[in-house]
């Protein structure tokens, strides 16, 4: 899971444990679509209330691969406001990268295998031309 995907969770954590009831579909899709092992759902179902199983698979997630966000997102059914909300938080993330990540380089500053130009006095930049994710910089 990457890192935008972590701070919508972490963000929306006790929503979340409100609103989602985890124990139906959700658990069920999940195992299904191998984001969460047998082990995961019986230690998830084992859990005293429905708060503590949305919590526990909330810890769990964030370590269960790339494809486990989007996951959760389809295995929110019957929580379609639910899904919405973390949709459009998603869409709204800003993911601060490291400083010390940085290369100052002739009016562009480079991260890994992207770089950001720096063009326009607004902090808010796009990360390349192959994505659309915002960062601050």
Known sequence: MDARDKQVLRSHRLELGAE?????LV?????????????????????ATGLRKTMLLLDILPSRGPKAF???LDSLQE??????????????AVVE???AKYTALSGTRKWGLRTVVNVASSPF?????????????
């Open 27 to 47: 658990l069920q899709y999940l195992y299904q679509e191998g984001v969460l092992t047998e082990n995961h759902v019986q230690e998830i179902k084992a859990q």
């Open 20 to 24: 989602v009831l985890v124990e139906g």
């Open 125 to 137: 930049k796009k990360c390349c031309v192959s994505c659309s994710f915002p960062i601050q910089i």
């Open 70 to 72: 989007d996951a959760f």
């Open 79 to 92: 929580f379609p406001w639910v899904r919405e909300k973390l949709e459009k938080a998603r869409e709204e």
């Open 97 to 99: 990268l490291p400083a």
